[in-house]
């Protein structure tokens, strides 16, 4: 029996024993434990996979950038080309986020194993980057399924507050995998840093996670629109749909404005703990990340809330000005205690940007295009975390430091040229929401 078939039997059951009727809210504890367990295996592996990739296996800055740009790009083709289309056409959420939790957490294994056979670190770099693109092409069933599940289940107007609530959730599990990584990093300060992926401890945990994150996907329905719908909402005539010149330059500000933000999330890592600048422990990096994570606990109550009041299209520019502000501090500041700050700013930012523009994104969106459409938004946050860093930041930083520069100017310097592409972005954005939108309305 099929992972699908199983879910539907179990599902079935679950209401026949609890008499429940099907409404989001009984289904929301399924999706917020999902997203826990998701954002604690992303906290755990992803932000020292740099640091291990860098300092332990010794790629070059820009080589550490491709972990990301590799998978993401493969993510994003899959989604566009192959699951998107398949989810639309097929109606099935559910089932892609079931089968690419399972067969990425088989692939990341996998990752661990091979990985571990060549003798060169350098070589072994590189097959850690190969495999993690190839488990992408699952994962990416995964990422598809769920952005277009949320706006089955919810409401138009309810899905900024929905995504808050996910993102505080996320945050939780964030902090606990970003401790625990640090902790298994170094093997709790009793064996050699990088003791953690090498060894395994950091592959195992976060395959687990995966696996266990399907459970609660069992009692969520499995999405997708009925028939009837496809039907209305293609009778309802072009005139309803958002003209394509609106949705392209709602892509291009975002492409910015993600491009910015994250070009500095894997290179972050590796600035903090060099020896010429903050030179911080393991176990302090977590602290500095998760300082982030509680930021988008607090942020993620009360972007609902804010949203409500404020307005999708506003928050989404007050979440670039934030997000602005704390790369700006990044490139100036020598100062630990100002990192925090800005590493808080970035959990603050990162909430308000990706509930706003979800939210408004999926106003945007006919509904029986939906996965189509969101695997071109998804394109613009997903690139961003390695593509950008591989084009922006990891060249400028190599570069400076080839010509002589300090390591630590030449991060700094990689964070100046993220902070100008955001700011562009957030240009695009202004002009769309506050000059081209207004003057197409009666």
């Avoid at 998760?290 to 809330?305: D, E, H, R």
């Amino acid at each position: 029996m099929s992972p699908g078939n199983i879910a539907n039997t179990v599902l079935r059951k679950y209401r026949e024993i609890t008499g429940r009727a099907r409404r989001p809210e009984h289904f929301f504890w399924g999706i917020s434990s999902f997203q826990m367990l998701a954002m604690f295996r992303r906290g755990m592996f992803y932000a020292f996979l740099s640091i291990y990739l860098r300092h332990f296996l010794g790629l070059s800055v820009t080589e550490t950038t491709l972990f990301a740009t590799g998978p993401m790009i493969a993510n994003i083709l899959f989604q566009t080309f192959v699951w998107g289309p398949f989810s639309d056409r097929r109606q099935l959420r559910r089932t892609l986020i079931v089968w690419g939790e399972c067969l990425g957490g088989a692939g990341t294994l996998g990752v661990w194993w091979v990985h571990t056979w060549p003798a060169d670190r350098h070589a072994a770099g590189y097959v850690i980057i190969a495999g993690l693109t190839l488990v992408e092409v699952f994962w990416s069933m995964s990422n598809i399924g769920w952005s277009a599940l949320i706006s089955d289940l919810y409401r138009e107007e309810r899905r900024s507050t929905v995504q808050g609530r996910l993102s505080s959730v996320g945050g939780v599990g964030r902090m606990l995998g970003i401790w625990l990584g640090g902790l298994l990093y170094d093997g709790m300060g009793l064996k050699y840093a990088g003791w953690g992926f090498y060894a395994g401890a950091l592959f195992f945990v976060a395959s687990g996670a995966m696996f266990i994150s399907v459970v609660p996907m069992l009692f969520v329905p499995e999405g997708g629109i009925r028939k009837s719908s496809v039907q209305v909402s293609a009778a309802a005539g072009a005139s309803d749909r958002t003209p394509v010149g609106v949705f392209g330059i709602f892509l291009a500000g975002m492409t910015l404005i993600n491009f910015g933000r994250n070009s500095i999330a894997v290179i972050l890592s590796q600035y903090l703990v060099i020896g010429d600048g903050f030179a911080v422990s393991s176990r302090e990096l977590s602290y500095i990340f998760n300082t982030q994570s509680v930021a988008m606990i607090v942020a993620g109550l009360a972007i609902g809330w804010i949203c409500r009041r404020m307005g999708d299209d506003n928050v989404l520019m007050l979440g670039g000005a934030l997000s602005l502000a704390s790369l700006s501090v990044l490139a100036i500041t020598g100062d630990i205690k100002m990192v925090y700050v800005a590493s808080f700013l970035r959990g603050v930012s990162e909430v308000a940007i990706l509930s706003s523009a979800y939210a408004f994104a999926s106003a945007l969106m006919p509904p029986d295009m939906r996965a189509r459409l969101f695997s071109l938004f998804n394109a613009t946050f997903f690139l961003s975390w390695g593509l950008a860093g591989t084009l922006i930041a990891g060249p400028i930083a190599d570069l400076l430091i080839a010509s002589g520069s300090t390591q630590v100017f030449a991060y700094r310097m990689s964070f100046v040229s993220a902070a100008a592409v955001t700011l562009a972005g957030l240009l695009v954005c202004g002009f769309l929401i506050y000059i081209f939108m207004p003057r197409r309305r009666p």
